[in-house]
């Protein structure tokens, strides 16, 4: 069963809605020109003009609704396909449209939609280039054409994108000259997927603190630094090591100077008495057997707050050892004189005899207050009783004026202990009364040599040895007695004690 309708073009088209194909090809149609043509050529015709309209209006309508990505490859498409139809690749499709009957209606290749349909697309294809293309694919592809593939025709179409002479793109050299200034940046450390989009950024990028190996150069600087450091610091020492090696040589030669000069000065031009070493006149001899003879108890003598009987003379009598209350008040005696003849002979200062005793078991805290009257460094000898075991009697003497601690000692012995205390003695008092430190490094601290000292041939006259040390050396005198002279000096004390002076 046949029927007839008429198509949009006016053409009269027969269609058979159960007959074969081999009956529909032998159907002719009459074609405006005169020509007769198949059906079914009509009909591939008819479908193939209506596929191209339909090209046309969707990318006519469409282009600016599409995303960029998709706008670039499809105005590429246009623009390759127009471009071909310009250098003649559109002859096949004027062949084929050629061949359509006069009374369809066919658009020319010349007609006016066309060209204005070409420069759309040439005109899509420069933004979408300039948009996209130069941003993106420039980067990575700098110089290369790009190469853009048509719907499925065997034959590529390429775009050069590099070698465009139209007056538009000239228009945009400058602000490609900043892009590939950009994209060199890029090129030098930042990746395209990381490109800046602010100024902020592109000045980062620029700042030397943005760069890879900004840590890497601190590191460095920090080790340069450290040596430089070091090496100063070993100039330093050697600058101290030299200057402290001239300031000591100065002081050495300027406290030679100053001990030659100041010492000589401070030493007074005493009159040298040698006690007589004589026998007792008669009259002494009587004055000596009426005070060892009589009650025991009775006090002979008191003064410097002590009071001495008869039994403490007694201990100077015969064979036997002189006890703490003789010594002291000896000692005693000894400064009184100093002051009663000042300026004739050196002045002295004389410890008790507890008074090392207390020192070496309890500290300087123990006999701090001992002076507080007193100012110790005004005298020129400091004279120290040293009871050893509590059975032998030995002297010590401080010898301010002539920077000398002795340790004098009738048996022979040394003792470096006393010495070493009571010169640590002499610093701490210097601190506490005079708040200053004393200097014993130019001291000469020792024991006096035996061979350089009366020694005792007996264990009895311990105690007259050592207050006859410092009755010679109060007086500034050559220790010159012997152990002959023992009993002579008893007696002597004996008178000097009850008589309350020296002479």
């Not at 053409?11 to 043509?37: F, M, P, V």
């Not at 596929?51 to 960029?68: F, Q, R, W």
């Not at 706008?71 to 590429?76: D, Y």
């Not at 006859?468 to 000096?489: V, W």
Request: charged fraction near 25%; glycine fraction near 4%.
């Amino acid at each position: 069963m046949e029927a007839s309708r008429t198509n949009a073009g006016g053409r009269l088209l027969s269609q058979n809605s159960e007959g074969s194909c081999a009956k529909r090809s032998s159907l002719k149609i009459r074609d405006k020109d005169g020509t007769n043509i198949s059906i079914l050529q009509h009909e591939e015709l008819r479908s193939q003009h209506d596929a191209y309209l339909k090209l046309i209006e969707n990318s006519c309508g469409k282009a600016a609704d599409v995303p960029p990505s998709s706008l670039v490859s499809r105005a590429e498409k246009l623009a390759s396909s127009a471009k071909k139809q310009q250098v003649g690749t559109s002859a096949s499709l004027l062949q084929t449209f050629s061949t359509i009957p006069r009374g369809a209606p066919v658009i020319s290749p010349a007609s006016s939609e066309q060209k204005s349909y070409a420069e759309l697309l040439e005109r899509a294809s420069k933004r979408a280039i300039q948009v996209s293309v130069n941003r993106q694919v420039a980067i990575t592809s700098s110089a290369e054409p790009l190469v853009v593939d048509l719907t499925s025709s065997p034959e590529p179409s390429v775009i050069d994108i590099t070698s465009s002479p139209e007056p538009e793109e000239r228009m945009m050299d400058v602000d490609e000259e900043e892009e590939e200034k950009e994209d060199q940046l890029f090129r030098q450390g930042a990746s395209p997927l990381n490109r800046p989009t602010n100024s902020l950024e592109l000045k980062l990028m620029k700042s030397p603190y943005y760069n890879n190996d900004f840590v890497n150069k601190i590191i460095e600087q920090i080790a340069r630094s450290s040596e430089e450091i070091d090496r100063r610091r070993q100039l330093a020492y050697l600058e101290f090591a030299k200057s402290h090696e001239e300031r000591l040589a100065m002081e050495n030669k300027l406290f030679v100077v100053t001990k030659r000069i100041v010492i000589r000065s401070l030493q007074p031009n005493f009159k040298k008495t040698r006690p007589a070493i004589l026998d007792l006149e008669e009259h002494d001899c009587q004055k000596f057997n009426k005070l060892i003879n009589g009650p025991r108890n009775e006090v002979l003598v008191e003064k410097f707050s002590m009071q001495i009987h008869r039994y403490d003379i007694s201990t100077l009598v015969g064979g036997c050892w002189l006890n703490d209350k003789i010594i002291n008040f000896y000692m005693n005696l000894l400064m009184d004189r100093s002051k009663r003849q000042s300026g004739l002979i050196p002045s002295v200062y004389a410890m008790n005899s507890f008074f090392l005793q207390r020192l070496q078991h309890d500290g300087y805290s123990a006999v701090q207050r001992w002076t507080r009257k007193v100012d110790l460094f005004s005298n020129d000898i400091v004279l120290v009783p040293v009871h050893c075991g509590s059975i032998h009697w030995c002297l010590a003497i401080i010898h301010l004026r002539d920077r000398t601690l002795k340790y004098y000692d009738s048996m022979g012995n040394p003792n470096q202990p006393v010495l070493n205390i009571l010169e640590s003695y002499l610093k701490s008092e210097s601190l506490d009364k005079r708040k200053q430190p004393f200097d014993t490094e130019c001291f000469r601290i020792e024991s006096v040599p035996a061979e350089k000292l009366p020694q005792q041939r007996n264990l009895d006259d311990c105690g007259v040895f050592c207050c006859m040390y410092a009755e010679y050396i109060s007086r500034d005198q050559e220790i010159s007695f012997s152990q002959e002279n023992m009993s002579y000096f008893r007696k002597k004390m004996v008178l000097d004690v009850c008589k309350g002076e020296l002479d």
